[in-house]
């Protein structure tokens, strides 16, 4: 039998405290990946320097920012089949043409361009022409991936260099 130990209400709360900063940390990468203007390094090197779990903090801010690009990919399954409904509407200012086009750059680069999907406004396009080229979901997820990993990595090494 495990033994139980006694928490008190104090150590209740500051657990409580720490998944919800955890879980911010999540939403703000998330919607970071977004056209919302947000930016999750500033919370991101904020929690290194109060010592939290690089590893946790890795993890949850590349989830959340992969997440936006496997939401991207679908976005660009849908437009695939669907662009030429989007030409009648004035205040979409793309035309079928212009996917195509800009479809064909993708394929030029190819899939490894992902790796750039980290880049803000660039990657959005990325992802969602990686949805109309029919890159399969979990190259896009493992290239994305790695590509915004390989940006909070160096992130943290610059904020524990700046705070060491």
């Not at 130990?5 to 990946?33: G, R």
């Not at 669907?82 to 009648?88: K, L, P």
């Amino acid at each position: 039998m495990i033994p139980r130990i006694p928490i008190t209400s104090a150590e209740v709360e500051a657990i409580e405290f720490h998944l919800l900063t955890l879980l911010a940390l999540f939403a703000v990468s998330y919607l970071a990946a977004t056209i919302l203007p947000l930016s999750p390094e500033f919370l991101y090197g904020a929690l290194i320097a109060e010592g939290y779990s690089l590893g946790s903090l890795l993890f949850l801010a590349t989830l959340g920012n992969t997440l936006v690009a496997c939401v991207n990919w679908w976005l660009g399954t849908l437009l695939r089949s669907n662009y030429s409904r989007f030409e009648d509407y004035r205040w979409i200012r793309i035309t079928g043409k212009e996917i195509e086009r800009a479809g064909l750059w993708f394929n030029r680069y190819g899939k490894w361009s992902l790796l750039v999907a980290w880049a803000p406004v660039l990657g959005d396009g990325l992802t969602v022409f990686a949805g109309i080229a029919r890159v399969p979901l979990w190259q896009l997820a493992a290239l994305a991936g790695i590509g915004k990993f390989t940006r909070y990595f160096f992130i943290a090494q610059i904020a524990t260099t700046l705070i060491n």
